[in-house]
């Protein structure tokens, strides 16, 4: 299985060159390359990386559980990869919400009830708020279906859905998913394409319904999904992805190579780094009730990388945004980015959807609280026919 999976791949590099450059990894920036410059010993920020990146949680295909519906599967070997590197990139997000993005795992200390917390929703069964099970039920309208493949614009959606559902079946004090998730899309249906746009009022109306009215803003789990050229990324695009891991609210990319998703967590210059969910383990039972559970499953100490530039096009990046001020920062690093995309922006932000539907279709007179550049560059990347985005 591994062997089949490094072919599709391309790679399983664990090399790792301080001559490469400085490593981004989810808004952390490894600063391995000072030994190049200074003379620097480098040896404790290698350390502190392979740290950081061995307590990222690892979710991978799994054999022995409980039969999915009314379907005879018992593992989701071959096809189930797209769904466990959402896990993954969710688990990331929860991680940072509740322990922050400086914990870190581990060996001679007791594990953190959080963090055993979090483990278990993402068990192998309906009992398990973000099972496998419970995303294929979720995602059923968005053709997920048991033993089939699923892209990264589906499985999005299907997160949406199974928040609504279970915010709609749980106390407020109660959510699995203490956060609001916000889809961005180039329009309402998302299906026409272009240059996904993040509307300010869409993301504060998610914030309210997941507060239930109670809060004007709350934690914020954005996804954006993309199509970033045909049969490969565009590689003005390249740069543009690169620079998002510098983003402190970066959750990486659910992306990979055709029919084999992997969650992409760091970049070194053309290197992307990632956890690989594509190894299969035994199904593991996390109780609480058992204070020590072995967990060493659910983590990875192999760094493997692939080239960026030979990832497939279709892929969705993560944000968490913590507090109204910490998306305010978010804004504003998109902004920027999209400023500096020569017209080809990954994505863009406005104050209002009726603000971007105006600018896309010529009429970029109103004002738009600071974002009026941005959402300018939706209509401009419509201009080439090579730079598109279909969701």
């Not at 000072?34 to 040896?43: A, K, L, M, R, Y």
């Not at 992805?241 to 510098?246: A, E, H, N, R, V």
């Amino acid at each position: 299985m591994r062997r089949v999976h490094e072919r599709i791949l391309g790679s399983s590099r664990t090399d790792i060159s301080s001559s490469d450059g400085d490593i981004w990894f989810l808004g952390i920036c490894h600063k391995v390359s000072q030994q190049d410059s200074t003379g620097v010993d480098t040896s404790n920020v290698f350390a502190a990386f392979e740290q950081d990146f061995s307590s990222k949680i690892l979710i991978t295909y799994r054999k022995g559980f409980d039969a999915i519906g009314d379907s005879k599967y018992t593992s989701d070997v071959n096809w189930g990869c797209m769904l466990r590197s959402s896990q993954m990139l969710v688990a990331q997000a929860l991680l940072f919400h509740k322990l922050g993005r400086s914990w870190r795992k581990t060996v001679d200390e007791p594990l953190d009830k959080e963090y055993i917390d979090i483990l278990q929703l993402f068990g192998d069964s309906e009992a398990s708020a973000f099972s496998i099970h419970n995303l294929l039920q979720a995602g059923k309208d968005y053709g997920l279906a048991v033993g089939s493949w699923v892209g990264p614009y589906a499985m999005c959606r299907t997160w949406e859905v199974l928040a609504r559902n279970l915010r709609e079946t749980n106390d407020l004090g109660k959510q699995p998913l203490p956060m609001a998730i916000y889809v961005v899309s180039g329009d309402e249906d998302g299906e026409r394409g272009g240059a996904p746009v993040v509307c300010i009022e869409d993301a504060s109306n998610r914030c309210s319904e997941f507060s239930r009215g109670l809060a004007a803003w709350t934690p914020l789990l954005l996804l954006v999904p993309l199509v970033l050229g045909l049969d490969k990324v565009n590689p003005r695009y390249i740069p543009l992805l690169q620079s998002t891991f510098k983003f402190s609210q970066s959750l990486g990319i659910l992306g990979g190579k055709p029919g084999a998703s992997t969650y992409i967590i760091g970049v070194q210059n053309e290197k992307a780094f990632y956890l690989d969910p594509h190894d299969v383990q035994p199904v593991v039972n996390i109780n609480g009730d058992n204070q020590e559970p072995n967990t060493s499953s659910y983590h990875c100490n192999v760094i493997r990388h692939i080239p960026l530039d030979s990832i497939d096009p279709s892929l969705a990046i993560g944000f968490y945004c913590r507090d109204k001020d910490d998306f305010d920062d978010f804004c504003s690093r998109a902004s920027k980015l999209a400023e500096e995309s020569n017209g080809a922006p990954l994505f863009t932000v406005a104050q209002s959807r009726r603000f971007s539907m105006q600018v896309t279709g010529n009429d970029a007179s109103a004002d738009n609280s600071g974002f009026q550049d941005d959402v300018d560059l939706v209509n401009d990347a419509g201009t080439h026919e090579d730079d598109w985005q279909l969701l």
